[in-house]
């Protein structure tokens, strides 16, 4: 057996952050493939995406962006707490992450469902009904804003780990890389609304 | 360089680490086994997928039915397709040799994230098993070829949805191997190797990986876009709810044409190792092949138009992609030119990995220069959708990706396995495979320029001789193939036991024992040169 064991055990601090910033790379082109397809849309059908827009609740979607910047805001917060040392103060802040996230979850349920109960959701007799720009602005919303919302969801679960490891000891004052790279990801998920909301909400 | 070779600790194939049996393979986060995991699964998908290809070349031994209906043949050409290239030629050199070889190269103990690299192959299993199974399950073999061009592949009744989700998790798959390598690179090479003294099979590994990490998202959220199209009638690409087919055309060869440099720039980057060694003789021009290795990389996201010159594209956007086709030639050829100038007043030995590698350029030079013929506007119009196209791309991607496997496992396969194979069945193999190659696809060329369109089922008669000798030559190189498969398993189990560096190399790998052990290096090698300088040749600098 060797005494040079150096297989994995320790992920060094810049190390773990390229590895997250490549990643993110990946994520914005994934959204990109979104954004040339409304691109090219939007210029085709730029009259009916106007139309369409109006469906959309503006003020459920003004609230949504301002519980998002908020959490940005607190799981910066809870990096530079626990960088000083302070459990307790990282500990809330990442509650409250979460809880904003939560927030915004909530108010999408009732803002999907809202569509729904009009029967505007992909495949309906009523959307079939519409014309094609508003079909595909539809079509456009509902998959741009899943994959942000699993998006979320994946960032709820990646704070909730850090929830535990910050109890346990294992995310501290000297190793925060987990919580730094969540942040991260947590930052990209809000970069990609902050583009989402004016392209889809503030169109009319 | 100091040479760090091990006495103290025991082969990576003997290692016992906290699992035993077949769990210290399938649980292993060593670099080394996961590549070997790879080459095992590689090696099974492409004899299934191969066999698929000679079931079709009997199929088109004569006009009309021989041994099948239509629709099983268009099942087995997009299985083909599929397998073929999501499985074995996108991962194929990358994960294999990259993942054995990449970290011993530039001196390292393992990749960046080992875990991360374990996980990427259980994601590439998930995949590949279920593009195989998608041929048998429910409503049939998906029948829309690779590239699940749309409308059709909304309209398919066929299992399209599992097909487009293997390649999806295997794009997945493909996009974290590429993280971990450029990661690799960046944070692990050895002390004293310095970006320009780093070899140059690294190089095109780092190319190929900003390239999957960059263009597999693209092709990602397209086939997601296609699901979403199927299951929720949502009609992005179709035209009868206001979408576009020819832009989903756009969005998968923004991803699809990158994707053949992925194929092709490892396979570049290990006949860049070969010939130095074989020739005992310094790479020429280091610094060109390095900067054209990126300037493929970056040229080659560029180029994706030429796949649809008749699809309908403005007249500008026409010549604009058909100049830069023409542009991303330039790179390629200087790489040939450098390999050539290797050898040039090189003694050369020329041993299977060398012949392999020398093939190499042969086939690639007829696959290139076919390609320019497909990138011109006016020959495109003659040649699109026609055999000529298939055989274009076999003589890239079989003979340029698939001989350099070959150079690449003939040249390594003593480091990995610690044995050698027998060199009198690896040439027969050798010349199986060559005859039969050419014979299999240069006909295409002819027949497709009379006007024989690819995927067809039937044909003229006055296409039948060509398709006769295709294959015919598809029998010889499956022969050659099964004779190779068997001369290196041999070797493996059963040959001599080779020396640390039987070809004399310079490089890394080759001042470690085969197989090598464990953590690769006792302490970590001191980089004081550049590479591959050979010390008994007088233009060493």
């Known amino acids: 057996m060797s005494v040079h064991n150096t297989h994995s055990e320790h992920i060094d601090s810049e190390t773990g952050k390229l590895g997250m910033w490549i990643f993110l790379f990946t994520e914005l082109f994934l959204f990109g493939g979104l954004f040339l397809v409304y691109a090219v849309f939007r210029a085709k059908y730029s009259a009916e995406f106007h139309l369409a827009a109006g469906e959309l609740n503006a003020f459920i979607g003004t609230m949504n962006t301002v519980f998002l910047l908020f959490s940005s805001m607190t799981v910066a917060m809870s990096l530079t707490a626990i960088q000083k040392g302070d459990r307790k103060l990282a500990l809330f802040l990442v509650f409250v992450t979460i809880l904003l996230a939560g927030l915004f979850m909530v108010n999408k349920y009732f803002e999907w469902s809202h569509k729904f109960e009009y029967g505007i959701y992909p495949g309906s007799e009523v959307l079939k009904n519409m014309s094609h720009g508003e079909l595909l602005f539809f079509g456009l919303y509902y998959m741009m804003t899943g994959l942000h919302a699993l998006h979320v969801l994946v960032g709820m679960v990646l704070l909730s780990i850090n929830v535990v490891k910050i109890r346990s000891g294992s995310v501290n004052s000297d190793h925060y890389l987990m919580l730094e790279n969540s942040a991260l990801y947590w930052h990209l998920v809000d970069l990609i609304w902050i583009f989402l909301f004016p392209l889809l909400y503030l169109i009319t | 360089m100091s040479i760090s070779g091990s006495e103290t600790q025991v082969s990576y194939l003997e290692y016992q680490g906290k699992h035993k049996g077949i769990w210290s393979w399938l649980l292993s986060t060593d670099h080394k086994r996961i590549g070997l ?292 030639a330039v790179p390629s050829a200087i790489k040939v030119f450098n390999w050539i100038s290797t050898m040039y007043g090189g003694s050369i030995d020329l041993k299977p990995p060398l012949l392999y590698a020398i093939s190499f350029i042969f086939l690639f030079m007829i696959g290139g220069f076919t390609g320019l013929v497909l990138g011109s506007l006016a020959t495109n119009v003659q040649t699109h959708d026609t055999a000529f196209v298939m055989a274009h791309f076999h003589y890239i991607i079989f003979g340029g990706m698939g001989f350099a496997f070959f150079a690449a496992i003939h040249y390594w396969a003593p480091k990995m396995f610690g044995r050698m194979y027998n060199f009198r069945l690896a040439y027969i193999a050798w010349g199986f495979n060559f005859i039969g190659f050419n014979m299999l696809y240069f006909p295409l060329f002819i027949v497709g320029l009379q006007g024989m369109p690819r995927r067809a089922y039937d044909y003229l008669p006055q296409f039948q001789s060509g398709h006769v000798l295709s294959t015919i030559g598809s029998f010889i190189l499956f022969a050659g193939l099964l004779l190779m498969v068997y001369n290196l398993i041999r070797g493996a189990r059963k040959g001599a036991v080779a020396p640390a560096n039987p070809w004399k190399g310079v490089t890394l790998e080759w001042k470690i024992p085969s197989p090598p052990p464990h953590e690769n290096f006792d302490d970590l090698p001191e980089i004081t040169s550049k590479p591959y300088l050979f010390g008994n040749i007088s233009d060493n600098k």
């Open chain 2, 37 to 328: 995991l790879y080459l095992y699964a590689i090696i099974i998908f492409f004899f299934v997928a191969a066999f698929l290809g000679l079931l079709m070349r009997i199929e088109l031994i004569a006009p009309g039915r021989t041994i099948m209906e239509p629709q099983t043949y268009n099942g087995l050409f997009t299985i083909h397709g599929i397998i073929m290239i999501f499985v074995i030629v996108i991962p194929g050199l990358a994960a294999v040799f990259g993942n054995f070889f990449l970290p011993i190269l530039i001196g390292a103990r393992d990749v960046a994230f080992p875990k991360l690299n374990l996980f990427s192959w259980y994601l590439y299993m998930i995949g590949a098993i279920l593009g195989v199974l998608s041929q048998f399950i429910g409503g049939g073999a998906p029948d829309t070829g690779w590239t699940f061009y749309v409308p059709y592949s909304v309209e398919s009744s066929t299992n399209v949805i599992y097909a487009l989700t293997a390649a999806f998790i295997l794009g997945f798959s493909s996009i974290l191997t590429g993280l971990n390598f450029i990661v690799t690179i960046h944070r692990m090479r050895a002390p004293g190797m310095g970006w320009m003294r780093m070899p140059l099979f690294p190089w095109a590994l780092y190319a190929t990986a900003w390239i999957q990490v960059l263009a597999t998202p693209i092709v990602g959220i397209t086939l997601l876009m296609v699901i979403a199209e199927r299951v929720l009638n949502i009609g992005f690409f179709d035209p009868a709810l206001g979408g576009d087919p020819v832009l989903f055309q756009h969005l998968f060869w923004i991803y699809s044409h990158p994707a053949v440099y992925i194929m092709i720039l490892p396979a570049m980057g290990i006949v860049t190792e070969i010939f130095p060694t074989f020739s005992q003789k310094p790479v020429f021009g280091y610094g060109a092949i390095v900067l054209s290795s990126l300037a493929i990389a970056f040229v080659g996201y560029f180029v994706w138009g030429h796949h649809m010159f008749t699809s309908g594209m403005s007249y500008n956007a026409r010549w604009f992609f058909s100049f830069l086709t023409f542009i991303v």
